[in-house]
């Protein structure tokens, strides 16, 4: 629909072409229109306008069309109306002025890759947004009306309790629903476990729990009471300094940093993390299911090693279990925090099951650390959406969630073998490892050539990380050369070509 109107200047004193088009029929077409007359200047305040019969008249529309534009544009403050005067343009709506400056450019965009192969991220396409909707739409239908007041930092207990049936069944978790703490994902997690918060807490607590804990804390750099974390102020749930993996997130060690924690690196060989090598440290943070980046579990007895590690030191193991679901060759490993609950903290999310776009996690924890986390998240919820979690609780609840995780397993695994395969063809001196998990691959490279290919791949429009990207500085473990690949990220019908620019860079001697 576009129609136009141009008033005598016996009507309102000048011209004025009205343009009536767009979404929402003609009462939204001719709001927007008289809005924008009134933004751009060419209806002045204090301008009167024609009745509305006789606008309606020239418009070619009914009368009451008119009338109930004008009624919202009075609401709104854009027009005034009082009986006898007629309806005019209200003082206070100021025209749009023009500046001295030059039209405002639109932000340049750099474009993206044309082959996303950076590890972090699942594929987006394959997110199921009908099942999802369905979920959504019966979690708020049913969902009681104070679900729609401020949330309980907690989470909802709808998710809690779907959290604690699926994480037994799928992850070997064993805790009940006022052990789970929602947050929006591992990094929020951390911040809310290092973070300087105010508390309510008192000295209650440490990593050994109860008053052994507290002296503990307060004589070896343990953790919670009234103490600071780091350099920060206020009180934290954990301090440090905390022993990490050589390879990690850098966000993460960066976050940690931030936070006054110092991070110990812990070197790395064929059977995971070396725990045997923990030092002074009261806190270790590991990726027992896939090491992050270089893959593989954490061998059988260094998860035994760790637990009786923490129970000596009165310490607490955080486990990352960033994608425990998508184990492809044998069973999954099962999550270290069924060998002792009150010596680990378990951290999940589904950034990498469903999407980072929902921002969701949780936290599992001891007991003795509950009061303080919910103190240092606050009163109310402040971050992750309540509705998400009912509809994430329904999705579960009602099999979509196990549904859709098989579907992707298959998917990715799919993807893992055509990666083998086609570097097995085309790159066979390249050497793939970390492949029995998760959605991304490590690539060994021959010495000295890691840079060169990940600029390579730049120019050639591929996004992929370089090994060294994940080492901790203060490591002193040899540092091979190599790619991390992620192979979920490219949509199905990008793949194939994504692999060919893949194997096009790739050093072939």
């Not at 690949?485 to 199905?492: C, I, K, L, Q």
């Amino acid at each position: 629909m576009a129609e136009s109107w141009v008033n005598s200047a016996e009507r309102i004193g000048a011209d004025l072409h009205l343009e009536l088009s767009g979404p929402g029929g003609r009462r939204a077409a001719l709001i927007r229109a008289l809005r924008e007359a009134v933004r751009g200047g060419r209806l002045a305040p204090g301008t009167r306008l024609p009745p509305y019969r006789s606008l309606a008249a020239d418009l070619g529309i009914a009368r009451n069309t008119v009338a109930d534009a004008y009624a919202e544009l009075v609401a709104e403050g854009w027009l005034t109306a009082r009986q006898g005067a007629g309806t005019r343009v209200a003082e206070r709506a100021e025209p749009l002025r023009t500046t001295t400056r030059g039209p405002r450019k639109a932000p340049s965009r750099e474009r993206g890759p044309r082959h996303d192969l950076r590890q972090g991220t699942p594929d987006a396409s394959a997110f199921p947004r009908t099942a999802w909707l369905a979920s959504y739409r019966r979690a708020v239908q049913r969902a009681p009306d104070e679900v729609f007041g401020p949330g309980d930092p907690a989470g909802r207990v709808e998710l809690r309790e779907a959290l604690t049936e699926y994480l037994a069944r799928a992850r070997g978790v064993r805790t009940d629903p006022a052990r789970i703490v929602i947050c929006t994902g591992f990094g929020h997690a951390l911040r809310l476990l290092f973070g300087p918060h105010r508390s309510a807490g008192g000295a209650r607590g440490g990593v050994g729990g109860g008053s052994e804990g507290g002296a503990r804390g307060s004589a070896q750099g343990g953790v919670r009471g009234g103490s600071a974390a780091g350099s920060g102020t206020g009180n934290a749930v954990l301090r440090g300094p905390l022993a990490v993996e050589a390879y990690g997130l850098g966000f993460h060690r960066d976050l940690l940093a931030a936070a006054g924690v110092r991070t110990v690196p812990l070197p790395l060989d064929e059977q995971g993390a070396r725990v045997d090598r923990l030092g002074r440290e009261r806190a270790v943070l590991l990726t027992p299911a896939h090491q992050f980046p270089t893959g593989g579990p954490l061998h059988a007895e260094r998860r035994a090693a760790v637990i009786d590690w923490a129970r000596a030191r009165g310490g607490v193991v955080l486990e990352d279990d960033y994608d425990g679901e998508f184990r492809y060759d044998r069973k999954p490993v099962g999550a270290v925090q069924g060998l002792d609950p009150e010596r680990v903290i378990h951290i999940g999310s589904v950034s990498k099951s469903l999407s980072p776009a929902l921002r969701l996690g949780w936290m599992v924890l001891p007991e003795r650390y509950v009061d303080d986390v919910l103190a240092a998240k606050g009163e109310r919820e402040a971050w992750a959406s309540v509705l998400d979690q009912l509809s994430l609780a329904d999705f579960i609840v009602g099999g979509s969630y196990d549904r859709h995780v098989r579907r992707m397993r298959q998917r990715y695994r799919c993807r893992r073998d055509r990666l083998v395969a086609a570097l097995a063809a085309r790159a066979p001196r390249v050497e793939v490892t970390g492949v029995a998990a998760g959605l991304h691959a490590v690539l060994r490279l021959p010495p000295g050539t890691e840079r060169a290919t990940v600029e390579a791949a730049a120019r050639q429009g591929v996004a992929l990380d370089g090994l060294a990207g994940f080492r901790h500085p203060e490591t002193d473990m040899a540092a091979p050369d190599g790619l991390v690949v992620g192979y979920a990220t490219p949509s199905e019908a990008g793949y194939g070509a994504a692999l060919d620019a893949l194997c096009g860079v790739l050093p072939t001697r």
